[in-house]
């Protein structure tokens, strides 16, 4: 089972870009699915982003797509979220989360399907 580090976040102005990443330690990074959710205060934590065990497929939240682009490196043990054109909106705190799947397509939009998360990152953006 992997374990997963999230970094990145950070106070910026409206417009400004983040980039997030999550370290997951462990050998077999590559069979899971991932995914970045973001909590705001007093609210529910939401799907933000997903990417299949491939790599080859993502899937955004109507509210960040065309902005924010998930990937991840094999490699490295990392997947990330790269954060364009913020918005105060998008303040939260941001969660990476990983799902083991047999299948190289799978995704999962809903924190119920995940069941390893990191400790979150801070994003507070300002107008």
């Known amino acids: 089972q992997v374990q997963l580090v999230e970094s990145g976040g950070g106070k910026v102005q409206a417009g400004d870009s983040l980039r997030l990443s999550c370290a997951a330690s462990?050998?077999?990074?590559?069979?899971?699915?991932m995914g970045w959710f973001r909590q705001a205060p007093g609210k529910e934590r939401d799907f933000v982003a997903a990417?299949?065990?491939?790599?080859?497929?993502?899937y955004y939240t109507d509210s960040v797509r065309g902005r924010f682009t998930i990937s991840r490196d094999t490699a490295k043990n990392t997947v990330s979220l790269q954060m364009n054109s913020l918005k105060p909106e998008d303040t939260a705190i941001y969660y990476c989360a990983a799902r083991y799947t047999y299948y190289t397509g799978d995704y999962y939009l809903e924190a119920t399907h995940y069941n390893i998360w990191g400790q979150g990152t801070q994003v507070t953006v300002s107008s």
């Open positions: 462990g050998r077999t990074f590559s069979n899971y699915a």
């Open positions: 990417i299949t065990r491939s790599g080859d497929n993502t």
